[in-house]
């Protein structure tokens, strides 16, 4: 398996393997950390990079707004507002992968 912020050209062609990329990583994190809340809540014995993602999440959860339109149905306002809290989230994990990347002089 490979794992990457983009899909490479030549990976795909040159090698079969499966290649995921962090929004697809970051997507199904967050979907889980929201649907299971009250269980991901307890989490000590998690690693530090488990402990930032929780940070991030609840970060994406807590701060992010989405004001409802007047004749908006409250299905799609709540739609909404869950997919700029995981867009909050894709953007904070890239940020971290980005500037762990460059502490570690990776490309």
Known sequence: MCVGINRGKLIPKRYKIPIL???TISD?????F???QEQKSQHDQWDNAGQ???ELFELSVNNTSYKQEPN???????QELHKKKKDYFKR???K??????K???LK
């Open 21 to 23: 990329n962090f929004h």
């Open 28 to 32: 199904f994190i967050f979907e889980r």
């Open 34 to 36: 929201y649907k299971y």
């Open 52 to 54: 930032r993602l929780w």
């Open 72 to 78: 908006q149905a409250h299905e799609v306002y709540l």
């Open 92 to 94: 904070a994990i890239s």
């Open 96 to 101: 971290d992968i980005k500037q762990y990347s």
């Open 103 to 105: 502490n570690r002089n």
